[in-house]
Every structure is written in structure tokens, then in C-alpha cells.
């Protein structure tokens, strides 16, 4: 049986990222990365595709390691964005993939309308560039990126600080689906749905808490209890809220690349003890995998 609190159990990540959405690495050089990390158990879930999934399977394959199937959904809770992690679905499953699909327009129309704005502001277009940097849909970072390379700004951070981040000009959140619709495209593939970084939106203790039991409410079942550069008292607030909600506790490094930003894949504290970890959640078969490992 694999255990969260074990000493040679494997070492879990539930949450990161390729060039297939916003990563830097390919879903191949994720999965080696991971490997070379001592990780076993790992899942890709980039922004709201799975086209690196199977990819990332094969060559997790070859390293005897278990790759989960995983993707990370951007949605609307009370005009705010949150981001809800699927982890272990059907990956062909029908209705998924028509909404993932769906995802996929919605932020090619976002693409064109952050370049919009910005050329509203007076920048130079960078949609062409910033699509060539994103081996799928550009999202900001690459508008970052490009802005950078386009002079307009030092660095990537500045872009974020002057137009792309929260509640700046590129910062399009209008257009996602609703947090219950996710939830239920991914319980209905079979899959485990996880409130992402809960302590990333800066929710105020009693929002996060209606959060939680509106995610709960449509369905939702797990936490992301650890997550990238998150202090013990975010974790051991995040742990309290997971036995109170009596939902699943996940963790993921959300890593996107090397550089200071994340942590590295798999490096994450242990999931705390008294918590009932996602994977015990998982389908039988996946189950049976997990339980060759150790
Ligand atoms: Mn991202
Ligand atoms: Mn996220
Ligand atoms: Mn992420």
C-alpha cells in the first residue's frame, strides 16, 4: 500500500506542466525531469488540455514510473477565477474532451483579445509571437515573453505588473465555464476534481471556506493541500480545512519550468499525516499500479 507518511514510498506530484499549455519543458523532458527527481508518481495537468498526456505516458512507461492522467481547468466561482485540477479521468472520455475542446476556443478567443487590448494601450501586436512561444494556445506568460522580446518591457515580471496581471489590461477572465460545470466534467470521466493552491486566489479565510463548500456542494472532492511556495501555517490551515470539508488531500509542485518561480517537481513536504491522501480515490486499475511501485 502506498502511504503518504512512509519513508520509501514513492515521491508523489499531482500538478505541473508542458508545452503543452504554459510549461517550458516538453511533456517528454517533464516526465525525465521527474524521473531524474526520484519521482514515481507523477501528473501532467496542463491548462485545459490533455494533449501532453499521452506523450508523457509513454515515456513514463519506459521509466517504470506511473503517470496519471491530469489537467488543470480554469473557471468562474463568483466572477472570481479559480482552477480546479482533474486528476486520474478517462481520458477519452467523450464529454471531456468536447469540453476541453470547448476550453481550447475559449482561450484562442482570449489570445486575440488580450492582443486587442494591448494594442489598445498602444503596444505593438504580439499574438504571432506569443503563439510561437506556446507549442498550444499562448496564454500570458507568453505575451509576457513576448513583450519582452519585443522590447517593450525588461522582463517578464514587468509585463505582468504593468498589463498582463491581475486586474490589469490583458487580465481576460470573463469567459469560463462555471466551477460546478468543471467539477462534473471530470467526476463524470471517472476522475478525482481538486480545489487548486486554495491559498493562491487571496481569498479572505471565510470566502475560501464558501469556496470550498460550493466546490464541494457540485461534487468536488479533494484539495490541493501542498503546493509550490506555500508556508507550514498555509498547509496546516489548508490540512484543517480538508478533514472539516471531509475531502481528499492532493499535492503538486506546479511546476512550469526551471527557475525560481516553482519549486522542483516532487519536492514538496509530506502530505500531513492525519489526511486521506487523493490517490486511495483513484480507479482500481490505477490503484494496482500504484501498489506495484512500493
Ligand atoms: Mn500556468
Ligand atoms: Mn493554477
Ligand atoms: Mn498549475
Known amino acids: 500500500m502506498i502511504a503518504s507518511n512512509l519513508t520509501g514510498s514513492p515521491t508523489v506530484d499531482l500538478h505541473c506542466h508542458s508545452t503543452a499549455s504554459d510549461g517550458t519543458l516538453s511533456p517528454t523532458e517533464v516526465v525525465e525531469r521527474g524521473h531524474e527527481q526520484g ?9 485545459d488540455t490533455v494533449a501532453g498526456v499521452a506523450e508523457a505516458m509513454a515515456v513514463a512507461q519506459a521509466r517504470g514510473m506511473v503517470l496519471i492522467s491530469g489537467i488543470e481547468l480554469s473557471c468562474l466561482w463568483r466572477g472570481q477565477t479559480i482552477h480546479v485540477v482533474g486528476l486520474d479521468f478517462d481520458s477519452g472520455d467523450p464529454v471531456l474532451l468536447d469540453a476541453v475542446e470547448q476550453q481550447e476556443r475559449v482561450r484562442h478567443e482570449r489570445a486575440r483579445t488580450i492582443d486587442e487590448r494591448l494594442i489598445r494601450k ?15 494556445v499562448p496564454g500570458r506568460p507568453h505575451f509576457a515573453r513576448a513583450l519582452v522580446e519585443q522590447g517593450v518591457v525588461p522582463r517578464s515580471e514587468a509585463a505582468f505588473r504593468r498589463y498582463l496581471g491581475n486586474g490589469k489590461v ?16 471530470i467526476t463524470r470521466a471517472g476522475g478525482q476534481a481538486v480545489l487548486a493552491h486554495p491559498r493562491k486566489y487571496r481569498l479572505t479565510n471565510t470566502r475560501l471556506k464558501r469556496l470550498i463548500s460550493d466546490f464541494t456542494a457540485g461534487g468536488g472532492n479533494s484539495i490541493e493541500v501542498l503546493s509550490s511556495g506555500q508556508s507550514p501555517q498555509d498547509t496546516a490551515y489548508l490540512a484543517r480545512l480538508c478533514l472539516e470539508s471531509e475531502c481528499s488531500a492532493s499535492g503538486g509542485s506546479d511546476f512550469h519550468g526551471p527557475g525560481r518561480h516553482w519549486c522542483e517537481l516532487g519536492k514538496l513536504p509530506q502530505l500531513p499525516q492525519e489526511l486521506n491522501p487523493v490517490w486511495r480515490s483513484f480507479s482500481d486499475h490505477t490503484r494496482q ?3 506495484m511501485l512500493s
Open 122 to 136: 498602444g503596444l505593438p501586436s504580439v499574438l504571432e509571437q506569443a503563439r510561437a512561444l506556446a507549442a498550444g
Open 289 to 291: 499500479r500504484l501498489e
Open 170 to 185: 490583458g487580465d481576460i477572465k470573463a469567459c469560463w465555464p462555471d466551477l460546478q460545470e468543471v467539477v462534473q466534467w
Open 39 to 47: 519521482v514515481g508518481v507523477l501528473a501532467l495537468t496542463d491548462h
